[in-house]
């Protein structure tokens, strides 16, 4: 383990070790941050960084180990304590009352309150004078949360931690998921206004282009242990970061770009719903893999709602295959071939609390059925079939799909889709959540699947029922990381406030050039080099 | 980003929310038309006092809602506070004229009874992890069985002065029914929309998980939602004797039926789009001048339960066209 | 809403000895044991063959209703009208016999006529207007009972002594010494076993009721699911009202009410006795049984009206507690 202590440490997670039955989930591991300092904490999924929070916040009690803050070992851990000790959490999820105002939002849980119950007015102008003194933002005290920008209910959950004046350490857990790039740095500049008061301040994030920015030293986290605190330069370098993540060298993370097929498979013009965009041109040939990129509100969540029949279009048309579509459900949209694998896996990708083999065959039930009973082990043969194919660990496709990691959770719905014989895969941040490792055979499966690959077949000999496999299927990726799309897709169109401006060849981008064309011309700067040659 | 995208658009959905409002406005617009006495001080003051039971369940029912979300499966909802004011109606009732008993012993034990069934509520939701819905359901049933066993499903006839005297007394020209109420209703305000426990409630039914990280106990705001909401039964059946002279089995039914109309009317009438207790009384004054209304021109007394029906839905559904769906 | 009810966990988590986790899986099973015993033990004539027959008997009707139930149960919903499709079932047929003389068979096809319309009524309210189960319902329950009041002009009820036969015998004839109300509650029952927990259409159904928009992103026509299934359960819950009234004759008005909690009941007792916590035709037919044994053995011990009502009341209320309590201890796994 590295020791970088140049500051006397503020917080001092020593040894901290939590295990959960069948997993350590914490082995020895030790985080210690100074004032002052932003602190980057970073890992793969399931290396034990949220873990760990949880155990700073006192969710979780550790089996082992010490935390000392401010010289003060903490015995008796709890939510309580731990608040009381300075220590703040900025969640993830926006966790905010859509119909409060913004001051009772601040002050959601520690109403200042007078004779006459709470005092309204007080606690409005507390809460415009902490947003712009201490978070350099003006904001109206009386405007409804939900009428907010996502930034803007970012910067009031920080304001809410911070309004006593009492915090010492301030978590950020995964703050800028919901971000468009122009927030963030709206965000940054808060950060860093709270390091400048003296504040510790944690940062998790899966995002190293923010880790590198933002961050003066950063912990890596691995199987539960720190392997790594950086510092300086190495902090700075992604690569570096990486290389500690995974405990090995990624030289690739994509497969090697094939060729695009020639025959338009589906062309959409003039397609609008209004007021997401309007005016979109589309068009996607077999064996070609399509990127969609654009910042959150630029259409693009709601392009791929339209395309699957999830929502519906005002105006424009559809053909697939040469043959005019029109996809008001989303039933309509499998029955002819388009199938999607959606954003949110846990709530709609999959039905959680079914099996693996249920939630394969949930889209092609017919095929395993006589007379409309559900013939069990035709069935079951199947998706054991696909799961080996696709690698779906643990391969028993009788376990429960809640339980499975995340990159395993998107490949049962791969293997769902690939039972189906599907031609158009429609595919909405397909490696979100997922660990590196999962992310390259997801994105290798994506090239074999536009290329009528080989990986589909060979596992399944005999079982005719899975067609597509030789047929080459058009993929439509919509991402929010530009360089998943420079690194897999042939061509990617950029929507920006609803509209279409760039539908470009990959070759003619660059990571540079794509990130200007998202946020409209407004460049944010990176460091972070692209995996793909 | 896309605000002023949207603002281009004619909003719809605000508009909807309006609708039942609108629609409300109209029918007591054409029941006034047809049957003009019905805008007279007195039948005004009619209304009012028709309206006291249902006004106090209904405050009962909106704390329940606040507290718990405006999804009425996962959310807050209590089915059981009709319940519970008609046992504790029963039990004054059958204290006062079958046993003798003081006004205040007697209320003061239909005040224990319903809280207890507010209590058996609050531990099925919060201890068992029952949906409300479910849980009150099923209180609802047990209460009318007791209270069946208090009444043995007959009538108990009320002449006790202050019952009477709830009615028919008058103070600054307005019945004194009416002016507790009021007073009740402010009560409720200030603790519902005034006070940190109120915000708090308002913050567990918004946002549950938000409510949880910022210290709030949540558990224990939602089970002191449905004490509260029982309490208010048991206060409301005064009201109940008063306005019916005594307690009859099976008012709970249509009592039911108003209460829900009226609180989930009431959060068309509100800015945030949400239940209020504003909303929720307005909605039950409103509601029983419709049955007034209704009767005053001739309607047949049994249609009006039809026409509850089909406003609760039409509420509802706009409600739902108006939020939107995923 | 499965991630909703996650909030209550931490109680749960002390209940974790070896007795703990033996009640969790057979607590419910014990219950059901134990008020068998105790019944034998204290109401005469309860544990006799005539009187277990009586009891499945009693339970045909309710067993009809609680499959109704479990569909739209099983849908992520709630059916809050059975009642009032059991008494549109009754009237529709006695009306059918009575003012249109009707043969027989017509009129059970009137009866069930007579389902279907609360079933689509609700089906248009949940599919088309996007209103909750539960709204939908109760409003379909109010405007149902209103009906029935006013065209029985206040809730007198409409007899038809002069019945033929063949209808009376769907209540009170035997098939070799059967009654043909188990028959009938038979067939249904081998019908929705078949449907929802065998056919491609019930594994749909249950994969909606888990988590609907993971099955419509998986391409099932979920409209198509709910509103069947709001139908289907209307026409179900109406051929009881035909038992019904072929039973007694008649039509009494809002009779189906007392059905309601009863159906709610069974379905999720039945739900707490399977190991993923959903409602089935099997864990239904369960909880109707043990619900017609509760009635049966307090009727057998000779309580007063009211307080046998109470009772039942009371005992519902602990009985659906203990099968909740029990069902959120098995799902709860870390």
Redesign the interface.
Known sequence: MVDALHAPSYLQMSAISKAFPGVQALDKASLSVSSSEIHGLVGENGAGKSTIIKVLAGVYSPDAGSIVIDNVEQDRHSPGSVHDAGVRFIHQELNLVPHFTVAESVFMGQEISGPLGVRKRLMRKRAEEFLELSLHYRLNGNKLIRDLGVAERKLVQIARALIDNEAKVVVFDEPTGPLASNEVEQLFSAIRALRERGIAIIYVSHYLGEITDLCDRVTVFRNGQDVAVLAGADAANSQTIIQHMVGRDITTLYPERRKVGKKPMLECSNLSCRPHFSGVNLQVNSSEIVGIAGLVGSGREELIDVLYGLKTAQSGTVTLDGQPLHVDSPHIAVKNGIVLVPRDRRNTGLVLDMSVADNINLASLDEVSSYSIERKKPGKIRATALAKKLDIRPDNVSAIVRFLSGGNQQKVVLARWLATGSKLFIMDEPTIGVDIGAKVEIYQLISDLAHGGESADSALEGSSELAGDDNPAGVIISSSDPTELLGLCDRIIVLLRGEVIADKPVEELTLDSLLALTTGGNVRTTDEPLHSQ | ??NN??S??FDWRGFTGYLPFLVFILMLGYLGYSAPNLLTAESIDLILRQSVPTVVVCLGLAVVVIAGGD????GGIDLSIPAAAVLAAAIIADQLTNHGTAFVPALSMAMCAAMLVGV?NAF?V??????P???T???S??????T??VT??RRINVDHPTIVGLRDNELYGLSVGVLLTMVLVVIFY?AVH???W???L??VG???????????P??RMLAQSFVVASMAGGLASVFILARGSGSSPGSE?NLL?EM?LATFLGAAFSP???VTLWGAVLGAVLVTALSIGFKSIGV?V?????I???L??FV??TA??ATG?? | MAESGQLTSSTGATFNTLAGSFFRQFGFLLIIAAVFGFFSFYATNFLTGSNLLNIVEGSSILLILALGMTYIVALGGIDLSVGIAFDFGAAFAIVALKNYDLVWYLAVLAGIGGGLLVGLLNAFLVVRLSVSPFMATLGTFFIGSSVQRIFTNGGGPISHRRAPQEFRNLAIGNVSGIPTEIIIAAVVLLIYYLFLEKSIFGKRIHAIGMQREAALVAGINVKKYLFWGFVVAGATCAIGGIIGSANLRMFSPLAGYSYLLDAIAAVFIGASLNRSGRPSVTGTLIGVLFLGMIANGLNLMGLNFNTKDALEGIILVVVLMLAVYQQKAMTHRQ
């Open positions: 980003m896309n995208t949207q281009m658009a999804d009425v499966v996962s058996v099925l919060v201890r068992v992890g029952m949906t819905l479910l849980a359901l099923a209180t049933v047990a209460t009318v069985g007791i069946k066993v043995a499903s200030a005034r006070s940190k109120g915000m708090n308002q913050a918004g946002n549950r998980d938000a409510a949880d990280i910022s210290g709030i949540v558990r039914e039926l829900i945030r789009r949400v047949n049994f249609w009006t339960g039809c509850k029906g089909a609760i839905l509802v559904a739902a066209l769906k995923k």
